[in-house]
Structure formats: structure tokens, C-alpha cells
């Protein structure tokens, strides 16, 4: 059993198009998350969420937007596609964090290319 | 704002060889370490952990100590194999509400048998 699923594996689409990536886990976690891994391997934090908060990386455009249609999924929405968005996007899960760190579970990675 | 920094890659060594990835941070607070590892056309795994001063972390023959005083986290492995062939981020997370990891730029090992 896959615990965190992602679908696409691989988007191409054109500049400017809207679209989607979404991820389920099956664990019962709280929270999810959204990162970003560029070309050179770079990761970094998006979002994270749970039923009660979202904190959002401040360096995010609001081109991105998560969306949760229940706790166990978070769906990464995209408008007006630039190249610079290519990248691979990770979502993860954990529990909800009370004061110490909850191991996050990660997902296969979505590759997105613009074109 | 918090930062890690790792070595970069790509790191080649021959099976059985002594491998050391250097990883050093910058974080107010005490913040809890980690080393993940990505195999090719994987997601993270968790590898190692340590949350205070002076833990080691170890998994699958690996170890990092949390040196507070040099703030530093590095990765070793006494013996590789092929199978560890892989791309390895160290990370921190500060305790911070949402319980993000802000992670370094990663270190890809390549393994010769």
C-alpha cells in the first residue's frame, strides 16, 4: 500500500495553462505538505496544512494555492504556468506537531515541465 | 532565518570505502537535525535524527552527532555499498509551527563497485 500517493508523475504543459497535482495519504496524518525540488536538487518548503492552519512560505507566488477537500488529501493548483515553475513537487504527511517534530512521509515527486 | 549548508556532490567512492558529507546550520533556538535520502526516481526517506546536543543518530550502518558548539551534523558510513548510491539532504527543523524542514542543497554519493 502506497502511503503518500501523488498523480500526475509527470505533467508537461504550456505556459500560462492552470493546473493541477494531487496527493492523498493513507496514514490518518494531520498535516501535509507541499515542496519544491529545482534542477540542482534544491528543496524547499510551499505549505503546510492541517484541518485548523495553513502557513505559507512567503517566497510562494500566489499563482499557487493548495487545496484540502478532506484531511487526507492536499491538492497543489497552479495558474498562469511559468518555465520557472519546472521543478519536481513532493507532498508530504505527518502528524500534527505538538512541540517536537513528527516524521514526515513523502510522497514519489511530480515532475512538471513548461514549455 | 535558518540555513544549512552541505557539501556539494557529486561524492564518488569505491564499495567499502569511509564516507563523511560535512553539513553545518544556522538556526536560533535549538533546532532538531536530520539527514534524508532520495534514491533515483524516489521520494525522501528519513535516515537519521537527533533533536538534542551530543545525539547521535544511526540507521542502516550510518551516524551524525549534533555538535552544538561547531553546528554541524555530518553524515558517516564506516563501510559503503553500491546500494547506497543516492542523493543525501541534511535538514532542521525548528520547532516552528507547522513543523517545516528547511533542508540544504543536497549531496548526490555515487558508489563503484
Known amino acids: 500500500d502506497t502511503a503518500v500517493s501523488q498523480t500526475p508523475k509527470y505533467l508537461v504543459t504550456q505556459m500560462g495553462n492552470d493546473k493541477s497535482i494531487k496527493c492523498e495519504q493513507n496514514?490518518?496524518?494531520?498535516?501535509m505538505y507541499w515542496y519544491k525540488q529545482d534542477s540542482k536538487k534544491f528543496l524547499k518548503i510551499m505549505f503546510s496544512?492541517?484541518?485548523?492552519?495553513?502557513?505559507i512560505n512567503e517566497t510562494v507566488p500566489n499563482r499557487f494555492s493548495p487545496k484540502s477537500p478532506d484531511k487526507a488529501h492536499l491538492n497543489l493548483h497552479i495558474n498562469s504556468l511559468e518555465l520557472g515553475d519546472s521543478a519536481v513537487y513532493f507532498c508530504?504527511?505527518?502528524?500534527?506537531?505538538?512541540?517536537?517534530?513528527?516524521?514526515?512521509?513523502f510522497g514519489p515527486g511530480t515532475r512538471l515541465t513548461v514549455l | 532565518g535558518d540555513s544549512v549548508t552541505q557539501m556539494e556532490g557529486p561524492v564518488t567512492l569505491s564499495e567499502e570505502a569511509f564516507l563523511t558529507i560535512n553539513c553545518t546550520y544556522t538556526?536560533?533556538?535549538?533546532?532538531?537535525l536530520f539527514w534524508y535520502v532520495q534514491y533515483p526516481g524516489e521520494g525522501l526517506q528519513l535516515l537519521l535524527k537527533?533533536?538534542?546536543?551530543?545525539d547521535k543518530g544511526s540507521n542502516k550502518g550510518f551516524e551524525a552527532t549534533y555538535r552544538k558548539e561547531t553546528t554541524s551534523f555530518h553524515l558517516e558510513k564506516g563501510s559503503v555499498q553500491v546500494s547506497d548510491s543516492a542523493v543525501y539532504f541534511c535538514?532542521?527543523?525548528?520547532?516552528?509551527?507547522?513543523?517545516?524542514?528547511?533542508f540544504g542543497g543536497g549531496t548526490r554519493l555515487m558508489v563503484k563497485p
Open positions: 496514514l490518518g496524518h494531520d498535516t
Open positions: 508530504a504527511s505527518s502528524q500534527a506537531p505538538q512541540g517536537s517534530y513528527n516524521e514526515q512521509f
Open positions: 535538514a532542521l527543523t525548528n520547532n516552528n509551527a507547522g513543523n517545516m524542514l528547511t
Open positions: 538556526a536560533t533556538g535549538y533546532p532538531s
Open positions: 496544512y492541517n484541518n485548523k492552519e495553513l502557513i
Open positions: 537527533a533533536t538534542k546536543a551530543d
